[in-house]
């Protein structure tokens, strides 16, 4: 049984080069996709059918977490059982730790608004002075 449900998926894995197997197939329709397959005549999301199959069962009251923080990434290398606090514990650490362009927020890398609507907030001087950058040269220099 294991050898057709692996002769069925493994089309629809592809091996990166940071040793992610990301799945190509079937998504689901979240903001951050996961994917998505058949089995036993309902759909069930590929990493945890993997993992329960190729590991071990996933422990009552926990959920799968994703270490290489790629939500397609069916790899049980990159796989760990642990429970939904410790899941939004880490996502939140992480989102703290990186910008969404993967920059490190180092505190030589912060840039912390001033004033106005978002006062206080943390943002990536590197994605900044890019941003900044695309305006200048979009509108350059305004004539009054």
């Known amino acids: 049984m294991l050898t057709s449900v692996m002769a ?9 080069d940071n040793g992610c197997w990301a799945w190509t197939g079937a998504t689901t329709s979240r903001s951050k996709p996961y994917g998505q397959c058949k089995y036993k005549g309902r759909n069930v999301l590929v990493h945890t059918l993997l993992y329960e199959l190729l590991k071990k069962p996933i422990p009552e009251g926990h959920e ?10 069916c790899n049980q290398a990159h796989l760990e059982p642990v ?3 410790e899941n939004i ?4 650490d992480y989102h703290k730790a990186f910008c969404k362009h993967g920059h490190a927020m180092t505190p030589e890398n912060i840039y912390t608004n001033p004033s106005g609507r978002k006062k206080g ?24």
């Open 8 to 16: 069925r998926l493994s089309p629809k894995i592809v091996e990166g």
């Open 64 to 73: 799968i977490d994703h270490l290489c923080r790629n939500a397609l990434c």
């Open 83 to 85: 429970t939904r606090r």
């Open 89 to 92: 514990r880490r996502r939140l």
């Open 121 to 144: 907030a943390r943002n990536c001087k590197v994605c900044r002075d890019k941003r900044c950058h695309q305006f200048w040269l979009r509108y350059g220099r305004r004539k009054h």
